[in-house]
């Protein structure tokens, strides 16, 4: 790889001093580094600067400084041109990062070495129809979120699995996460957590108005449609827990899954289960202070 896109969250500490050592480690072994043009020039580095457009469409990698928001962003951008990811953890410890900053320089120069696999994960798409139209289509990697706004009132959401019906929902809502997604907001309405490397979808209801309405497993090659019959109120149709969607009373949310791959670099050999017991164990202790 001597192509690189470098995608940086100008809010986290001492990022900038990060982003020109290692803009200045590649360009010493003959790397080629680009950095959207708007964030180049606010770290005062515009030489680098190029058009978004561009970033995406031509980088081999892009390496990501920040956190899983910031990643999540990333990976939606680069769905299309299907770009691998790595991630450079600048803040507590994230599921999707690969790399700590004190071993950045070591661990990126294991890539330009070759020594890395890619792993792929499942991505979700959302289409919304509108009086049978579509108004709206995104792809996101952890979760589609369909919830009520700050009424509190409950929202109505008849749902269907390939034309088989399933629930009529009175709730706050309902999340269609993927197994990336489960540890987000998914685990936090009661979902089961899930190993990223199975390919399925959850159907998590939030906060429902009955006692028998559960999280449901279902195969990747299903189709979800949810009906919106509330007629009052803001509701909306959140990707990621990022890009939101403003609803209507019968719009039909379609969701399933994308044909785009979300690909991370991995090479540290840092599995799943390890990444998810110092994250359990980070909350705990942050909880008991």
């Known amino acids: 790889m001597k192509k690189f896109g470098l995608v940086v969250n100008l809010n986290k500490n001492e990022v900038q001093r990060l982003v020109e050592q290692i803009a200045r480690w590649l360009e010493e072994r003959g790397c080629e580094v680009m950095i959207k043009?708007?964030?180049?020039?606010?770290?005062?580095?515009?030489?680098?600067?190029?058009?978004?457009?561009?970033?995406?469409?031509?980088?081999?990698?892009?390496?990501v400084f920040g956190g899983d928001g910031t990643m999540l962003w990333t990976a939606r951008k680069v769905a299309k041109a299907g770009t691998p990811l790595i991630g450079i953890n600048m803040g507590h410890l994230g599921f999707l990062t690969e790399i700590d900053v004190p071993e950045a320089l070591a661990d990126l120069g294991k890539i330009l070495d070759g020594q890395y696999h890619v792993e792929e994960r499942m991505m979700l798409e959302a289409s919304v129809?509108?009086?049978?139209?579509?108004?709206?289509?995104?792809?996101?990697?952890?979760?589609?979120?369909?919830?009520?706004?700050?009424?509190?009132?409950?929202?109505?959401?008849?749902?269907?699995?390939?034309?088989?019906?399933?629930?009529?929902?009175?709730?706050?809502?309902?999340?269609?996460?993927?197994?990336?997604?489960?540890?987000?907001?998914?685990?936090?309405?009661?979902?089961?957590?899930?190993?990223?490397?199975?390919?399925?979808?959850?159907?998590?209801?939030?906060?429902p108005h009955s006692l028998w309405a559960r999280p449901v497993v279902i195969t990747p090659e299903s189709e979800i449609k949810v009906a919106l019959l509330s007629d009052g109120g803001a509701v909306t149709l959140t990707m990621d827990g990022q890009y939101v969607f403003s609803l209507r009373q019968y719009d039909e949310i379609v969701v399933r899954r994308a044909h785009q791959k979300a690909k991370f670099l991995r090479i540290t050999g840092r599995n799943f289960f390890e990444v998810l017991r110092k994250k359990m164990k980070e909350e705990g202790d942050r909880n008991s202070v």
Do not use: M, W
């Not at 770290?43 to 469409?57: D, M």
């Not at 792809?139 to 589609?144: A, H, P, T």
């Not at 009529?168 to 998914?186: C, E, M, N, R």
């Not at 089961?192 to 939030?206: C, K």
């Open 37 to 63: 043009e708007d964030t180049a020039s606010a770290i005062g580095l515009s030489r680098l600067g190029v058009p978004q457009e561009q970033l995406f469409g031509q980088a081999e990698c892009v390496i």
């Open 129 to 207: 129809y509108r009086d049978g139209s579509l108004v709206e289509n995104s792809v996101g990697l952890n979760d589609v979120v369909i919830s009520k706004g700050a009424i509190a009132r409950l929202i109505r959401l008849e749902t269907h699995v390939d034309d088989n019906f399933v629930n009529k929902y009175h709730g706050d809502g309902l999340i269609i996460a993927s197994p990336t997604g489960s540890t987000a907001y998914s685990l936090s309405a009661g979902g089961p957590l899930v190993s990223p490397d199975h390919d399925l979808l959850l159907l998590t209801p939030i906060c």
